[in-house]
DNA sequence: AGGATTTTGGAATATTTGTTCCACAGGGTC
DNA sequence: GACCCTGTGGAACAAATATTCCAAAATCCT
């Protein structure tokens, strides 16, 4: 991910570490308002990304040009300017995303190279946001449900396909009962459901109508649903007893998948690992 | 920081839960673009509080009006005042990527949260090392080759089937000729390959036989092969005109898929935009 | 198909927010 | 006490951001 911000002073933190660092070196033989200015930040530096110089300045109670100073004594071009250092902090390389997005389309109409740089920019960005976001409640439920059942059903059709397939090949590896329900030779599998099984169902947005069909039926006939989608108001959440949700940055039209399959084996292996 | 604001309207959230809450009860029967706006705003409630209008309206790709009429649906009276109450209950748990993995692993190992942040690391290696040993001449032809080529003949069994299957979608979502063979009926496919097609074989150690003779059949046919592998030692490289190599680093048994799945789409998506 | 209704995009406007600048206050020095 | 020099506040200005509004497009009913 180039840097986005290109004309950074010299002398500009470049990291929250680094302005905590030049708050220290810098308090001392200080003028009062500034000195107020930095007691003031230093104490709330975590509420810079979220305020407007108004607010920091009658937190520190002086007026918002003192703060302005401040932050030029900081080696910052102004509040702005060190505003976005906290805000991109908050969670590593977020904006400019759509603007890349009409780069590529504008561009030289992505080389190879171009589009595998970007589809891994996605996926290393959807592996950070899995780790920020995962629900260790509903991942422990997930894994003592399916833990516990007889056997377990696949689901998942379209782009969720090669999850459920790769769910299910670890499964069988890890020797627990497992189907992969396919479309194949469209068969009504809805009585293969049996009392005791679970049912693992994969959709995400535009949602498979079978894929829902199916966990469904799956919960009308007593069966635990774990579904596995892309935000709690996926229409799964209707079937499914336990939901586990993982955001997926796509780019383009297509996701990478990287932090659905690595949340899929996780729970693949933790399962195996509980039936033992 | 005491509540300042009042006049609140009734009907309008006033916490984040009230918020994901309507956004469920909502997202139903919603016009597109209103759509978009919940179905973005619900993946990215966590940086509504440092983000505006235009950057929501980016990602969401939608126009900012859009994004304020959402935000009234919501029940507020704008943006504004929805940010407000994402500001005012924001606190950064430092969603710092590494520490968030540290705490992860810290449960205790072979707890399903330490496996995800496993596989969340191992695909994360795998990302970085694609980005640095990406052969570019390779994916060139690659590409060159297949997007010449009448019909695409996707092959991929076991842990390779997954990537077959994701790549077959997003070529068949672009409307590019192309064929996925899995084992299903056990048919001899050979008859298949005809004049002009190419193939597309992935497979990895311990490579399977079924690939490894259809790509074989299909070189002798005088199909151009493109191989997808682990290492340029791999036995595909026989059969294969061009070799595409992606080293995966795996954790337990498992591979994240992450690196090879990257590389894939890409690979799909410059073949379907090269043969426009 | 035709008319009513909803949805949409974007230009115009309003509002908030950030920044600059300058006149002035205070405190130290000669 | 006059002179500088640093520090200060706030008014004026500039930039950004949010919001409204309306004509055009799409959609939904007969």
């Not at 994969?202 to 039926?217: R, V, W």
């Not at 579904?227 to 586990?244: E, I, K, M, V």
Request: net charge neutral; charged share 20%.
């Amino acid at each position: 991910m180039p840097n986005d911000h290109p004309p950074a002073n010299p002398g500009e933190p470049t990291t929250v570490e680094a302005v905590r660092e030049r708050l220290v070196a810098v308090t001392g033989g200080l003028p009062k308002r500034l000195r107020q200015c930095a007691d003031y930040v230093a104490q709330n530096l975590d509420r810079i990304a979220v305020s407007t110089v108004a607010d920091i300045a009658a937190g520190a109670d002086v007026p918002p040009s003192a703060v302005i100073r401040f932050c030029q004594l900081l080696g910052f071009s102004g509040y702005s300017d060190m505003q976005r250092l906290f805000r991109d902090a908050y969670s590593p390389g977020w904006p400019n995303y759509a603007t890349r997005l009409e780069n590529l389309k504008s561009g030289p109409s992505g080389s190879p190279r171009a589009m595998v740089a970007e589809f891994i920019e996605a996926g290393r960005m959807s592996l950070e946001k899995l780790a920020q976001s995962l629900d260790d409640a509903a991942l422990e439920q997930a894994v003592a449900t399916l833990a516990g059942a007889g056997t377990i059903h696949v689901v998942g059709f379209r782009r969720a396909y090669p999850v459920a397939s790769y769910l299910a090949y670890v499964l069988a590896k890890m020797e627990v009962p497992a189907i992969l329900h396919h479309g194949a030779g469209h068969l009504d599998q809805r009585f293969a459901l049996r009392p005791g099984d679970a049912m693992l169902a994969i959709t995400f947005a535009p949602y498979s109508d079978e894929t829902l069909a199916l966990a469904a039926a799956a919960r009308a006939a007593g069966l635990a649903v774990v579904g596995l989608t892309d935000t709690a108001a996926s229409p799964l959440s209707r079937s499914a007893n336990t939901l586990l949700t993982v955001t997926e940055v796509d780019f383009g039209a297509f996701r990478s998948l990287s932090a659905t399959i690595a949340l899929a084996i996780s729970l693949a292996v933790a399962v195996g690992t509980a039936r033992r």
